[in-house]
């Protein structure tokens, strides 16, 4: 299995930015999919942005031209920089590591708060 540490979560006034971070216990491959997803109270999980190595990045619809996925695979990281944050985009954000290969994966980090005053 894999564990994964998320960071970088915090309070920040509308407008701010935050980094998030999500380290993972072993080597990522090009072909695995990381992504982050969000809860918010009351709400389901829902998917914010995830990447596989050479593709196009996914992003919700919420999200897009704010947020942007990235990853290095040497540090078997995965970051989510969120700009221009909105009080709607305060959730508990999780990261997210999928392996569709034999054995596969899927596995979650802890979560990490990320809230947006106004």
């Known amino acids: 299995q894999v564990q994964l540490v998320e960071s970088g979560g915090g309070l920040v006034q509308a407008g701010g930015s935050l980094n998030l971070s999500c380290a993972a216990s072993r080597s990522i491959f090009s072909r695995d999919v990381m992504g982050w997803y969000r809860q918010a109270p009351g709400k389901q999980r829902e998917l914010v942005a995830s990447m596989v190595t050479g593709g196009r990045p996914y992003y919700a619809d919420s999200v897009k031209g704010r947020f942007t996925i990235s990853r290095d695979n040497a540090k078997s990281t995965v970051y989510l920089q969120m700009n221009s944050l909105k009080p709607e985009d305060t959730a508990v954000y999780y990261c997210?590591?999928?392996?569709?290969?034999?054995?596969?994966?899927?596995?979650w980090g802890q979560g990490t708060q990320v809230t947006v005053s106004s």
């Open positions: 997210n590591f999928r392996r569709e290969s034999f054995p596969s994966i899927n596995a």
